[in-house]
């Protein structure tokens, strides 16, 4: 049976030069904005000085509770009525979750999945415009925003609805100044959020178009991004994948790289796309193992896309080439050892994300997968 349901951004503006539109859709939502940013605000100064009224936050890395009540804090002392995440998936998902809070009372941990009380958002956010600076987290159109608990040790959603923006405008341009470590990391990243909606048991249609283009677009031009941060036809297409990526994950389900990325994030502060990046290869041959003959016709395809041979191996050849080519290391020299394996593999089982893996995992399925990977 064919059935799926579908939801975005309220519109998703895309190109090169896209990014001018954001004083008129800012003007249109609301005229005290809070604009969330990375560390360095200075980078993006030209688009942000356009914006009459607005207040700047700046988020350092990937953002921890603290940081989201700092932020939801801030933009309720500043008035505002409308937030802009500019910058990488750190920033949008802080700023999709600053947005969440000024309207919903109370702390992150009410609204958090796994480890806080999961709340549903009782009140619409504010309206949220979303400008990725990195190709890679697709989440200018998901509709949760990933958090850390320095406590918990671990990263996890606050999701609703009314979480997705009400504009994304995804400008490749903005990413031209990526440096390498990060293309690499956020491009692959975005491939393998194309490619696990793709071999999910939950796969559709609709999510299926939108993980060919991607996988296609990936194979096309992250190597080339990453060669030439300049080469702009090359960022597009990492743009245009990691869009889809997006789409795919926020209409579709994810895998088991993903149930690793968050309790791993967590445990070491690793970024999310080195992790995933670094995963990816175990768990495609784990599910090659366990999976039916779809899981390894939809890895062929896969990497038909990719490669031009449609040839399961093909993927991981490529995979195998495209990260040492990419300086993507092993888990070992993200910090993993030995003793940690067992309480990550124990969350990577609970997380939402494995649950769309095309063949269940069990704990000790993800420490053999983490050991493969170290
Ligand atoms: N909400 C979702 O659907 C979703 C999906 C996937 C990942 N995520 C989250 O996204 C985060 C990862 O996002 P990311 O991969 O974009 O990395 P990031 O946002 O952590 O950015 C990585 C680094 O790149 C820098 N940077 C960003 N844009 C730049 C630019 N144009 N020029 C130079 N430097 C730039 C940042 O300052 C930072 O140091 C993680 O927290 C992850 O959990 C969210």
């Not at 009224?53 to 890395?61: I, K, N, Q, R």
């Not at 990933?146 to 406590?151: L, N």
């Not at 990492?238 to 994810?254: D, E, I, Q």
Request: net charge negative; hydrophobic share 45%.
């Amino acid at each position: 049976m064919t059935s799926f349901a579908f939801a975005t951004a309220g519109r998703i503006s895309f190109g090169p030069g896209a990014s001018s539109e954001l004083p008129a859709v800012v003007a249109g939502l609301g005229s005290r904005p809070f604009v969330c940013t990375g560390s360095n605000p200075g980078r993006h100064a030209d688009l942000i000085d356009r914006l009459d009224g607005a207040a700047t936050f700046a988020v350092s890395g990937e953002p921890t509770m603290d940081v989201v009540r700092a932020g939801a804090q801030a933009a309720r002392d500043h008035g505002a009525d409308v937030v802009v995440g500019l910058g990488g998936g750190a920033v949008l998902d802080a700023a999709k979750i600053v947005a969440a809070l000024v309207t919903n009372a109370g702390d992150p941990l009410d609204y958090a999945e796994v480890i806080g009380a999961g709340k549903p958002l009782a009140v619409p956010c504010l309206p949220f415009v979303a400008l990725p600076t990195t190709s890679g987290t697709g989440s200018e159109v998901t509709a949760n925003g990933v958090v850390t608990s320095v406590e918990h040790r671990v990263k996890v959603s606050l999701r609703s609805p009314s979480m997705l923006a009400r504009v994304a405008i995804v400008d490749p341009e903005l990413t031209l100044g990526c440096p390498p470590a990060v293309t690499a990391h956020a491009g692959l990243d975005a491939l393998v959020q194309c490619i696990e909606p793709f071999v999910s048991w939950a796969a559709n249609p609709l999510v299926d178009g939108f993980c060919r283009e991607g996988i296609r677009r990936a194979g096309s031009g992250l190597r080339r991004a990453y060669a030439d941060g300049s080469d702009l036809a090359a960022r597009t297409d990492v743009s245009l994948c990691s869009l889809l990526s997006g789409l795919a994950l926020a209409n579709g389900k994810l895998g088991a790289a993903h149930g690793i990325a968050g309790p791993l994030g967590g445990y070491l502060g690793a970024p999310h796309g080195a992790i995933t990046a670094a995963v990816m290869a175990a768990v495609c041959e784990f599910n090659l193992e366990r999976g039916d003959a779809r899981v390894r016709e939809r890895y062929a395809e896969a990497a038909e896309l990719l490669t031009g041979r449609r040839d399961p191996d093909a993927l991981l050849a490529w995979w195998r080439a495209t990260t040492a080519e990419l300086g993507v290391a092993g888990l070992a020299s993200l910090g993993l050892t030995a003793d940690g394996i067992e309480t990550v593999a124990q969350a990577a089982a609970n997380a939402s994300s494995t649950k769309g893996n095309p063949v269940p995992v069990s704990a000790s399925d993800f420490a053999g997968i983490l050991r493969r990977s170290l």
